[in-house]
């Protein structure tokens, strides 16, 4: 089973978006293993992600891509990683480029920007649709 690590700066305080990431991470149990760790601050990245992984990044400046070419992108990803992958996610600012450098890819969900926290949410959103996809599921359609 695919383990899924995400790495966030911040912590969720809004109860709508604790509800959604906790009905996201039930839905993911049947997909994957997924560990969440949110940090204080940018400083603690680095040893958070400090692992043999499958590193991706989410910044503005990565790359898009579907829904469908995502969850071919995590299959591959997977394959790199020996089945782990860390995405990770920044605070306010964005990341800093010393954890960008390290990891293997760069991930953009679009041109603008969102809140770092609403984020989490989107991002267990895609994981999801991405798994169900690569499982035969229907959510997508």
Excluded: W
């Amino acid at each position: 089973m695919l383990n899924v690590k995400i790495v966030c700066v911040g912590t969720l305080k809004e109860a709508f978006l604790k509800d959604a990431v906790k009905e996201y991470e039930k839905r993911l149990s049947s997909y994957c293993r997924l560990t969440t760790h949110e940090l204080k601050n940018d400083s603690a990245l680095l040893p958070a992600i400090n692992d043999k992984s499958y590193k991706i990044a989410l910044c503005v400046e990565g790359k898009q891509m579907s829904s469908t070419e995502f969850a071919e992108f995590l299959e591959d990803a997977a394959i790199k990683g020996n089945g782990n992958i860390t995405m990770i996610i920044g605070g306010a600012d964005g990341l800093p480029e010393e954890v960008k450098v390290i990891c293997a890819y760069r991930l953009s969900f679009s041109k603008m920007t969102f809140p770092h926290r609403l984020m989490r949410v989107i991002l267990l959103e895609q994981l999801y649709r991405a798994l169900n996809i690569s499982s035969g599921g229907k959510y997508h359609h």
